[in-house]
């Protein structure tokens, strides 16, 4: 990156001096930590120019055409000469007042350029205006433009000028010369007899209508009586949003609670005063049901996710932009929805780790949601049946309201959680097999009595590991510091972190004498076991390699709904949100799976996908049941969430993060220091660990108190190659977010990374690894 500095940009004697009451535009580039650049707009730019559409300036070395966004405009000429903005891009804003001060305050929070999150905010689809068509039209000049004295006009030419005025606006060219029953000769005839001019505008190739006419048409969402639970919770909720003004709520609902039902009534509530609402699931569960179950109750719906082909984003992004629907309903970037009259935002599952987006800019979804709301003057949902520890203690602390739905509908109980300790259930000396007999027992139990069974196992793949039984050599990826998996379909070796394949060897890679052994279970062989062990049975495998295909996720549960599969198994995709009145039993195959990852959360995510998953079970009038395969059936995680107890969990879980100054008590940020040469990534970690201790002794906090800041490293990371890389990282943790971006404020800047050398910076980091 080529720094510049806004002194640079006046140093340029040449650039044109500024016109009294001229007009200067602030822009800001795709760059990392950098701020707004001031340039003069040109008389000939004044009218298109506009905060929120792009420019291209001359920035950089050699002063090249760039692009960027304007951010202010304004009339006070800066002290020294500008340059000048060379062209606008867009005919449209690309983005709202709103939706400028919430990237504004992203940049701010995040520590990463304005820009960049301008670049990453605004789909490409949107800037390309994709499903859109430059269109020619041809309008009648008015009878004062008319030449004089008037063309001769042929009878052909006469008759399209005559359609074109009685249709009293612009026609596009094509359909004119249907309407006229002529060729495009006499239409440009007329152009250049003076009597018509061409305009062209963009139309949309986009119909909305037909989009959702292709999404499989599900059951819509009967509006029901509430239950006690709920009606105490909606007595809360409805003042509020009757009110307006900010306010965050976190749902707390157990499985099948019926939060989904408040969800729609607070919808219907904005919508009948003529505002919009935005609804925020992870991806994983963005499926015709769920959209289905807001178009309708609620009005028009529009989808965002990344799924979409370019021609529908744009689309969806468009209708949003000029108030066409009513419900914006998306994945993680939906936060961004550029809205008109925002009255509410929705997040369902806010615990879910996918709303963290890993690449720059690292913002939390949810936390962008209540800025955004925030800054907007509007009240927030967030729900979950397992929140996360930060919305649960911010509820703690009286930041959150706290709205609770502790049983299920209908009075159907939460199901009985069985733990199978895999230590002693397991039979001896047998062959290795997946399932214990208990939960093949159970399987067959529950199938016979015409009942559906999801199994859950959070690893991909055929064995998870080849191991030497001679030397003891465990494969691993040539550029990570991780075992391949073996996937027998592929028949490949396969690093799951970067992609790396290698056909799988029969003898040890290492000393060469002795053939391998496929060890470690993974959906692939637990697939197999299944097919084997339950023939007659249809079995369907729902993982990141059956689900490539986008649309196959909705297709097969589409088919568990119709009781065409009897076993759904697959990793974490098949824990969420569903809801099959049918499946009488789920079984974990191995629940441990995470658990001892080096990662603070690990305890947490093991809680709630428990609880997830066992909320599948029972969802219908037939009850249903889990048993959960463990090999640590006392781990208090494991243990309360068999016995559904979040609150016990939350309890301990909290006494542990605070007294290992970890969030949500402390605010962590992450700097990850990588090179592919380990002894230069060492050395700039060192030189970084030196500038933020340096910083870390002069700078002063508030009432000049040293700040409150512990870092440790620069360590290793857990996986210390990654993808041909050496990494360390630091962790830096104060009780004070203020105090981390004064400390990172004052020494990256100023931080020059040698070449190879690159450094990312992870404010409230979900990735520990
Ligand atoms: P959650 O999101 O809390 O897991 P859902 O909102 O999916 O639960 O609700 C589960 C089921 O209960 C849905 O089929 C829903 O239609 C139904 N439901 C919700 N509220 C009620 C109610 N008050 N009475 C009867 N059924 C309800
Ligand atoms: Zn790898």
């Known amino acids: 990156m080529t720094q510049i500095t806004q002194s640079d940009l006046f140093e340029d004697l040449n650039a044109p001096v500024p016109q009294a009451a001229g007009l200067f535009a602030e822009i800001v580039f795709d760059r990392p930590l950098d701020h707004a650049y001031t340039y003069a707009v040109p008389e000939r730019l004044r009218e298109a120019v506009a905060v929120g559409k792009r420019v291209q300036a001359p920035f950089g070395k050699g002063d090249r055409a760039t692009i960027g966004y304007c951010v202010h405009l304004g009339t006070a000429a800066p002290a020294r000469a500008v340059k000048e903005i060379v062209r606008v891009l867009d005919d449209e804003p690309l983005l709202n007042a709103n939706l400028l001060r919430l990237t504004r305050w992203m940049a701010d929070y995040y520590l990463c350029g304005w820009g960049q999150v301008l670049n ?292 159907r109980p939460l199901p009985q959680v069985g733990l199978i300790d895999l230590r002693h259930d397991m039979p001896r000396g047998a062959p290795f097999q997946a399932l214990s007999p208990a939960l093949a027992s159970a399987m067959r139990h529950a199938l016979g009595g015409g009942g559906q069974v999801i199994l859950l196992l959070n690893r991909r793949g055929f064995s998870t590991h080849i191991h030497c039984p001679g030397c003891g050599h465990v494969e691993s990826c040539r550029f990570c510091d991780l075992a391949l998996t073996f996937h027998r379909e592929r028949h490949v070796m396969l690093c799951h972190h970067c992609g790396y394949e290698q056909e799988p060897p029969k003898l040890c890679p290492k000393c060469g004498q002795v053939p391998v052994r496929y060890q470690g279970l993974g959906t692939e062989k637990l697939q197999a076991e299944l097919e084997e062990k339950f023939p007659g049975y249809v079995v369907k495998r729902m993982d990141s390699d059956t689900m490539r295909q986008p649309g196959s996720h909705a297709k097969l549960l589409s088919a568990f709904r119709r009781g065409e599969v009897h076993i759904l198994m697959g990793t974490q995709m098949i824990a969420k949100g569903l809801d099959f009145p049918n499946v009488t039993l789920v079984g974990v195959v191995n629940a441990d799976v995470g658990l001892h990852l080096p990662d603070f959360r690990a305890s947490e995510r093991t809680f709630q996908l428990l609880a997830q998953v066992s909320g599948r079970a029972g969802r219908g009038p037939r009850g249903g049941r889990v048993l959960v395969q463990t090999f640590n059936p006392e781990h208090p995680c494991i243990e309360l969430a068999a016995a559904h107890d979040y609150g016990r969990f939350v309890a301990g879980e909290l006494a542990q993060r605070k007294m290992h100054k970890y969030p949500p008590y402390q605010r962590l940020a992450r700097l990850i220091v990588r090179s592919r040469d380990q002894q230069e990534g060492a050395d700039f970690a060192d030189r970084l660990a030196g500038g933020l201790q340096a910083a870390l002794t002069t700078l002063k906090g508030p009432e000049g108190a040293a700040l409150d800041v512990r870092i440790l490293g620069p360590a290793e990371a857990p996986v210390f190659r990654l993808k041909g890389y050496y990494r360390y990282h630091f962790q830096l943790q104060s009780p004070s977010p203020a105090a981390l971006h004064q400390l990172l404020r004052a020494v990256l800047p100023a931080l020059r990374a040698p070449s190879g050398v690159e450094f990312t910076l992870d404010i409230d980091p979900f990735d520990m690894l």
């Open 120 to 411: 990453s905010v605004v789909p490409a689809s949107a800037r390309e205006q994709a499903g859109t068509r430059a269109t020619v039209f041809l309008e009648a000049v008015t009878e004062a433009e008319r030449p004089q004295p008037p063309p001769k006009l042929t009878p052909k030419q006469a008759a399209a000028l005559q359609v074109l005025c009685e249709q009293r606006k612009p026609v596009e060219m094509q359909r004119l010369a249907r309407l006229a029953k002529c060729g495009a000769a006499p239409l440009e005839s007329l152009v250049e007899k003076g009597i018509a001019r061409k305009l062209v505008r963009r139309v949309d190739t986009f119909d909305a209508a037909q989009a959702a006419a292709a999404q499989p048409q599900e059951a819509q969402a009967e509006r029901v009586q509430l239950n006690a639970d709920q009606q105490k919770a909606w007595e809360t909720l409805e003042p509020a949003l009757r009110a307006g003004g900010f306010r965050a709520f976190l749902l707390h609902g157990v499985t099948g609670s019926g939060k989904t039902e408040l969800y729609l009534r607070a919808i219907e509530e904005v919508v009948r005063q003529g505002k919009e609402a935005l609804v925020l699931v992870p991806e994983i569960s963005l499926t015709p049901q769920t959209i289905q179950c807001f178009r309708g109750r609620c009005g028009d719906v529009a989808v965002l996710h990344s799924h979409l082909g370019s021609v529908e984003r744009g689309g969806h992004w468009r209708r949003i932009s000029t108030g066409q629907v009513q419900v914006a309903v998306g994945a993680r970037s939906a936060v961004f929805a550029p809205t008109r009259k925002l009255g509410l935002i929705v997040i369902d599952e806010e615990h879910e780790s996918s709303f963290k987006q890993e690449a720059t800019p690292r913002y939390h979804a949810r936390d962008v949601a209540v800025m955004r709301a925030r800054l907007e003057g509007i009240p927030i949902l967030l729900g979950s049946a397992t929140p996360s520890l930060e919305s649960w203690h911010n509820a703690e602390r009286g930041q959150y309201t706290k709205l609770t739905l502790p049983s299920r509908v209908l009075d």
